[in-house]
């Protein structure tokens, strides 16, 4: 499933960015082989480096934030490790992006576990809960304090 990007054109990319998280992609070509394993810290920017320097359209498969760029740094360099068999020109792997996607989560839970951590799905369904509509019935000029703490990756409780 592709990662609609311009999620974090928002404040929640601002959230991300400011809290110092770091997340590990996973980006592939529309047909999902052959595909490309990276970190960063402002996806936006990646993203748009990676598809200038691509001959083909590129899609993000997957997204995994940690709250620490050396901790996506040490997933990434994991994960091509581990697959280093299937490395290709230009640093990309051929495998499907959905396999790489899967080794990317995996590494992060023996990696860092008992770190607070979130998929694309996770921090989306986050998000979208602490800003809904007040119970006036108007909308949230800015996040809710549930969105801004769960930005910030710390639990929250009703």
Known sequence: ?????EAY????GSALKSQGYACVF???TTDGNPCRLNYA????GAVKRLRRTSPAQLIIEDVVWLPDRSMAMMVAEHVRDQLEGHLTAGGWLSLPASQVA???REATERQHRGVVTFSHDQLMARWAHGT???????KRTRPG???RMAAKGLAVTP
């Open 145 to 147: 304090r549930r969105a």
């Open 1 to 5: 499933m592709a990662v609609d990007l």
């Open 9 to 12: 054109r928002s404040a929640m």
């Open 102 to 104: 899967q080794a990317v």
């Open 41 to 44: 810290t402002d996806l936006l």
């Open 132 to 138: 809904a509509t007040r119970e006036d019935g108007r």
């Open 26 to 28: 996973v980006a592939t």
